[in-house]
């Protein structure tokens, strides 16, 4: 029988996303498994892993704000903008200050607009970035809009030019790009080591297991999944027409804010995700129930 629920993975470095979502479908016996946000090899933290038919709600988890811990590395830039590609260029940073370090950092916080890297899963002309970076190609990146809450940094006392830093973003943003663009505007390079993920929204390092210690016991439900986003409660009669996935009047169900909404039976299970429509009109964006 099919498993449907979020597990919280610590993944290892040397895992891809793509590797921890395959040992979950031997771990759980089923083919429907997905991720909501990518880790690189080396990166480490929280991945969220969905089952069965919460595959559909990834793009929600996906959508919420991002928590890191990284090591910048002032005076060395490389290829990959991380400590796994070649160097490429070297600068004396030895007189840059803290208090530098963290004005240039505060610079980058808010909304900014970042050039992914050539090593990410962006596409251009149908063809994923990273692809081409493994062919020699580099290519013209548009800057995106990205939302950076948080920037701190403190130097490191027993490694001179190393710095650790702190990230709270929006989804979309690249860490090893603010560690880039935080050399340059220190008049240098930089790059990032040692990134790791402690956040997705409310899914903390606090609920993570590594893959070995992953079961069924560790299996959140839908509902459970979808604790970040308002919820409704919605009577019998309702949550008929939440099955059928009819669109429903917002005011009569009490859905207030921008949405989503998750939408939950008088058990407290999780029937559907609706979205607004711009009207009091709500309309279903996901619907679990009577699947």
Same mark, same amino acid.
């Given at each position: 029988?099919?498993?449907?629920?979020?597990?919280?993975?610590?993944?290892?470095?040397?895992?891809?996303?793509?590797?921890?979502?395959?040992?979950?479908?031997?771990?759980?016996?089923?083919?429907?498994?997905?991720?909501?946000?990518?880790?690189?090899?080396?990166?480490?933290?929280?991945?969220?892993?969905?089952?069965?038919?919460?595959?559909?709600?990834?793009?929600?988890?996906?959508?919420?704000?991002?928590?890191?811990?990284?090591?910048?590395?002032?005076?060395?830039?490389?290829?990959?903008?991380?400590?796994?590609?070649?160097?490429?260029?070297?600068?004396?940073?030895?007189?840059?200050?803290?208090?530098?370090?963290?004005?240039?950092?505060?610079?980058?916080?808010?909304?900014?607009?970042?050039?992914?890297?050539?090593?990410?899963?962006?596409?251009?002309?149908?063809?994923?970035?990273?692809?081409?970076? !493994?062919? /020699?190609?580099?290519? $013209?990146?548009?800057? *995106? #809009?990205?939302?950076?809450?948080?920037? @701190?940094?403190?130097?490191? &006392?027993?490694?001179?030019?190393?710095?650790?830093?702190?990230?709270?973003?929006?989804?979309?943003?690249?860490?090893?790009?603010?560690?880039?663009?935080?050399?340059?505007?220190?008049?240098?390079?930089?790059?990032?080591?040692?990134?790791?993920?402690? !956040?997705? /929204?409310?899914?903390? $390092?606090?609920?993570? *297991? #590594?893959?070995?210690?992953?079961?069924? @016991?560790?299996?959140?439900? &839908?509902?459970?999944?979808?604790?970040?986003?308002?919820?409704?409660?919605?009577?019998?009669?309702?949550?008929?027409?939440?099955?059928?996935?009819?669109?429903?009047?917002?005011?009569?169900?009490?859905?207030?804010?921008?949405?989503?909404?998750?939408?939950?039976?008088?058990?407290?299970?999780?029937?559907?995700?609706?979205?607004?429509?711009?009207?009091?009109?709500?309309?279903?964006?996901?619907?679990?129930?009577?699947?």
């Amino acid at each position: 029988m099919s498993v449907n629920g979020l597990v919280v993975v610590d993944k290892d470095a040397g895992w891809t996303s793509h590797d921890v979502v395959g040992r979950c479908r031997r771990i759980f016996g089923q083919r429907r498994v997905g991720h909501a946000g990518t880790l690189d090899p080396d990166a480490t933290g929280v991945l969220l892993v969905g089952l069965g038919r919460a595959t559909r709600l990834m793009r929600f988890l996906t959508a919420l704000p991002k928590t890191y811990t990284t090591d910048i590395v002032l005076g060395t830039a490389t290829s990959t903008l991380d400590a796994s590609g070649e160097v490429v260029g070297t600068y004396d940073m030895s007189q840059v200050t803290p208090e530098q370090v963290r004005a240039a950092a505060a610079a980058l916080t808010g909304e900014i607009e970042q050039v992914p890297p050539m090593v990410s899963a962006v596409k251009i002309g149908g063809r994923r970035l990273h692809e081409l970076a !493994r062919q /020699g190609i580099e290519v $013209e990146r548009p800057a *995106r #809009p990205v939302t950076v809450y948080r920037f @701190d940094t403190e130097p490191d &006392p027993a490694r001179p030019g190393v710095y650790r830093a702190e990230v709270e973003c929006s989804s979309g943003t690249y860490v090893r790009v603010l560690a880039h663009d935080l050399g340059l505007a220190l008049g240098g390079g930089a790059h990032l080591a040692n990134l790791r993920r402690t !956040r997705i /929204g409310s899914f903390g $390092e606090d609920e993570m *297991r #590594p893959l070995e210690l992953i079961g069924p @016991d560790a299996v959140l439900s &839908p509902a459970q999944a979808m604790r970040d986003l308002d919820f409704v409660r919605v009577e019998p009669a309702a949550a008929a027409s939440i099955r059928t996935g009819l669109p429903l009047d917002r005011v009569p169900l009490g859905a207030v804010g921008d949405g989503p909404w998750a939408m939950l039976d008088e058990h407290g299970d999780l029937l559907a995700v609706y979205e607004a429509t711009g009207t009091d009109r709500i309309r279903p964006a996901v619907v679990l129930a009577g699947a």
